[in-house]
């Protein structure tokens, strides 16, 4: 069974920080990866969505990469701004459906 | 603007009662999905539709059934047999002719039991 996990589950940084958020996932068999932005009590929006032939994906300040046969992919943040703060979450495909989802990480970005 | 219209925001349900949350989606997706939200929890999915008139059950389908009638639409009704039923429903689809497979989610129902 495919399973899920974000490290750190939460994360203080002060303005400006370039900042890395981690995703494991123990099937590699997996036909795409993709991070979502979730607001306090709101719905997800995509950030980016990574397929299985693809190494990284990037928009704007978000670099996302993936290596599949580590389980691995990372969320970098260029220039953490408080408009950032937000629960970032990875979710894995293994056939294009069914998405399976890690619990999340918690960012706060200071001011 | 395309995108997946979830009402009501709130709900209030009494025990006992069935209650059922919306979905509608105006971007000509064919598949479509339920998922439920726990606090520190990742999202775990209920029922998912790839084509009208089929679905099939999720990881968590017991006390809950849906409908899927026209494309644009895919009811969740949350049944009195669902014990724990107070959690954050979220809606999503995806668009299986493209290949990608990236998924587009609703703002969200927040059902609370009273």
């Known amino acids: 069974k495919q399973e899920v996990t974000q490290i750190p589950a939460a994360l203080s940084v002060p303005e400006g920080e370039n900042l890395v958020l981690n995703c494991s996932f123990t099937d590699s068999a997996i036909y795409n990866l993709q991070w979502f932005r979730q607001d306090p009590g709101k719905g997800l929006t995509s950030l980016l969505l990574?397929?299985?032939?693809?190494r990284e994906q990037t928009s704007g300040r978000l670099n996302a990469s993936l290596d599949k046969s580590s389980g691995r992919s990372t969320l970098y943040i260029a220039a953490s701004q408080p408009g950032d703060s937000a629960t970032y979450l990875c979710a894995v495909s293994l056939y294009g459906n069914k998405l399976v989802f890690g619990a999340g990480t918690i960012l706060r970005v200071k001011s | 603007d395309g995108g997946i219209t979830q009402s009501p925001k709130y709900l209030f349900r009494k025990e006992g009662q069935n209650v059922t949350l919306s979905c509608e989606q105006n971007l000509n997706h064919d598949a479509m999905y339920w998922y439920r939200q726990d606090p520190g929890q990742g999202l775990r999915l209920i029922y998912y539709s790839q084509i009208v008139n089929d679905f099939q059950k999720g990881d968590i389908a017991e006390g809950y059934s849906v409908s899927r009638e026209k494309k644009e639409s895919f009811p969740l009704t949350v049944t009195s047999a669902q014990k724990n039923p107070t959690a954050f429903y979220l809606c999503?689809?995806?668009?299986?002719?493209?290949?990608?497979?990236?998924?587009?989610f609703g703002s969200g129902t927040r059902l609370t039991v009273v």
């Open positions: 999503a689809s995806t668009d299986l002719q493209t290949g990608d497979y990236g998924y587009t």
């Open positions: 990574i397929q299985s032939s693809q």
